[in-house]
């Protein structure tokens, strides 16, 4: 038996010599809102399709509520889909589409019209049974997507995408309606994006993805503010970058040598290795490093400062060396202007040593 609801080993799929997803390996518990995250063609809606018994992996093992679905097609498993356009049936009504997989599963019509009702109330669509899909507003094609899916009971919801096609203000306010649902029913959801914002706001996991493999694994602060790989680094939204190499290593901490001088940051290396380090924009900080535990990281020279309501972005470049960009985010009420020379540096801790 597993001990997770959803177990998948050695997952490997193939189309000729193009590896879409290559030995994964995941993990999901009871409860979760896991969201698969990475750019196009890294792999995330394949695995997503391979879950909800689409596509077939060339090898390895699915197993839902210790069960092997590997070759169970989508009907017969426990879990449902809700897919980016929604899939609804326009020659039905609302009350006739969510209840349209209860039909499938010879549930009686009285039976199928009460627990139809029941879940549009949850999903906030209540009293629109009776109208047609054409007469719907985007996000309230939406919920009735999403009603039609968690109807059946599933052990796993699948989203593929689901808020791709809405504006900003609705989509933002259907992250927020996803999330006060999953934590309503407990049903546990696996959902599909490339939008990092969209995943650090609904998710309890984060699996960032790349080419077909995981890069990391995690909480949305953990894998935002301690990324294990370049790439999630990079992909989780701005970071600055730095190159270094280990001079010398003391327990699980590295002294390096880098081109803003040495800097030190813990993390498993070898004296002689060139790494990489992330600082996040939001921690450089402005002035001389006070105190123990800061670092300074020189002096630079604003190229730009744009305000952008929640905070001030501002690009620099090092004083000491042109190579050297910095992406600097502080208070929107913080003064910096153009061609400002300024001194900046972080906390030690916020010095991440990064695999490639």
């Known amino acids: 038996m597993s001990d997770a609801l959803v177990r998948l080993s050695k997952i490997r799929k193939t189309y000729g010599a193009l590896v879409a997803l290559d030995d994964i390996d995941l993990k999901i518990e009871q409860g979760q809102f896991v969201v698969l995250l990475g750019p196009s063609g890294s792999g995330k809606t394949t695995l997503l399709s391979i879950l909800g018994g689409f ?4 090898s390895g093992e699915v197993l839902i509520n210790g069960e092997d679905q590997t070759s169970t097609p989508p009907a017969r498993r426990p ?3 809700v897919f980016q356009d929604y899939a609804l049936f326009p020659h039905m009504s609302v009350r006739d589409n969510v209840g349209f997989g209860l039909a499938m599963r010879k549930v009686a019509r009285a039976e199928r019209r009460s627990r139809a009702d029941a879940i549009l109330e ?3 669509l209540e009293g629109l049974g009776e109208r047609r899909i054409q007469q719907l507003s985007g996000g309230q094609r939406q919920r009735v997507a999403l009603a039609r899916a968690i109807v059946v009971e599933p052990s796993v919801l699948l989203l593929d995408e689901p808020l791709g096609a809405l504006d900003l203000k609705i989509r933002r306010q259907m992250q927020e309606e996803l999330v006060e649902l999953q ?4 049903t546990t959801f696996v959902h599909v994006t490339h939008d990092q914002e969209e995943a650090m706001h609904i998710a309890d996991v984060i ?3 790349n080419h077909g493999r995981i890069e990391d694994i995690g909480s949305p602060e953990r894998v935002y503010l301690q990324p294990k790989s370049l790439f999630a680094a990079t992909f989780m ?3 600055n970058i730095l190159n270094g190499q280990v001079a010398g ?3 699980k901490t590295a002294k390096l040598e880098t081109s803003v001088g040495p800097l030190v940051a813990d993390g498993a290396a070898e004296a002689g290795n060139i790494v990489h380090l992330s600082i996040r924009p939001e921690q450089l900080r402005l002035g001389k490093a006070p105190g123990h535990g800061n670092v300074p990281l020189g002096k630079v020279r604003v190229t730009s400062a744009v305000f952008q ?3 001030r972005l501002c690009h620099a470049v090092s004083t000491s060396d042109p190579e050297i960009r910095w992406i600097i985010r502080q208070p929107p009420q913080t003064g910096i202007a153009l061609d400002d020379v300024l001194e900046i540096s972080a906390k030690q801790t916020d010095i991440v040593m990064l695999r490639d």
């Open 249 to 251: 290593v003391s327990g």
């Open 309 to 311: 309501g929640a905070n």
């Open 122 to 124: 949850t999903v906030g």
């Open 55 to 58: 596509v077939t992996p060339t």
């Open 79 to 81: 879990t449902v889909t």
């Open 237 to 239: 939204g701005d970071t």
């Open 207 to 209: 699996v960032v993805m």
């Open 183 to 186: 934590r309503r029913i407990e």
